[in-house]
Nanobody, 116 residues
Framework: QVQLQESGPGLVKPSQTLSLTCTVS??????????WTWIRQPPGKGLEWMGV???????NYSPSLKSRTSISRDTSKNQFTLQLSSVTPEDTAVYYC????????WGQGTQVTVSS
């Protein structure tokens, strides 16, 4: 069973870069046709797709976040990472890493608050 676990700071100051890591167990991030996604949910709002990195390392980002978002991976650690630069309080959200085919596997989510 594939399991995902987010990790990273729960509090980030405005203008800084938010960095989260998703550690995958029970499966490889290089498994053919698997996609690894970051999704967030601001308080009181719906889910927002942020970006994805696929099994071969190709990335794609939400147009609204593209200028501030970077997703990378470390295949030796079976991890993928989100970096979101120049954060504001509007980036406060629960951040989820999601993976597999059809977003089958979800992490439990991690709360990130942007505040001075």
């Amino acid at each position: 069973q594939v399991q995902l676990q987010e990790s990273g700071p729960g509090l980030v100051k405005p203008s800084q870069t938010l960095s989260l890591t998703c550690t995958v167990s029970g499966g490889s991030i290089t498994t053919n046709y698997y996609y690894w996604t970051w999704i967030r949910q601001p308080p009181g709002k719906g889910l927002e797709w942020m970006g994805v990195i696929n099994y071969s390392g190709v990335t794609n980002y939400s147009p609204s976040l593209k200028s501030r978002t970077s997703i990378s991976r470390d295949t030796s650690k079976n991890q993928f990472t989100l970096q979101l630069s120049s954060v504001t309080p509007e980036d406060t959200a629960v951040y989820y890493c999601v993976g597999g085919i059809g977003r089958r596997y979800w992490g439990q989510g991690t709360q990130v608050t942007v505040s001075s």
